[in-house]
């Protein structure tokens, strides 16, 4: 049974740094592609960043390109992002999943139980 966990999140003003952190367990983790996604109250759920198993590809979404970094220690079962220069538009919901699309284009979504309980950004002005 795969288990996903996040943590790292928390209150920052805007222009400081947040590093989220997500471990995974019960899978083969070096095989899989991960990434994280945010989402707002009401709203679907927004890719931010993927990169897959061989850490070969890694893409971002426009908006936070340029000042997120997606990782991965495979030898611990973790992927991390990376946040700086966080802005208020960045507060959110944010969530880590295990076998995303590698696109921020894709409509697919994993199945609910690929998917961590999330951690919430908070960036105030």
């Known amino acids: 049974q795969v288990q996903v966990a996040e943590s790292g999140g928390g209150l920052v003003q805007a222009g400081g740094s947040l590093r989220l952190s997500c471990d995974v367990s019960?899978?083969?983790?070096?095989?899989?592609?991960m990434g994280w996604y945010r989402q707002a109250p009401g709203k679907k759920r927004e890719f931010v960043a993927a990169?897959?198993?061989?850490?070969?590809?890694?893409n971002y979404h426009g908006h936070v390109k340029g000042r997120f970094t997606i990782s991965r220690d495979n030898a611990k079962n973790t992927v991390y992002l990376q946040m700086n220069n966080l802005k208020p538009g960045d507060t959110t919901f944010y969530l880590c999943?295990?076998?995303?699309?590698?696109?921020?284009?894709?409509?697919?979504?994993?199945?609910?139980?690929?998917w961590g309980q999330g951690t919430t950004v908070t960036v105030s002005s």
């Open positions: 990169m897959s198993w061989s850490g070969s590809i890694i």
């Open positions: 999943v295990v076998g995303p699309p590698l696109t921020p284009h894709s409509a697919y979504l994993p199945s609910d139980e690929l």
């Open positions: 019960g899978r083969t983790f070096n095989r899989d592609d």
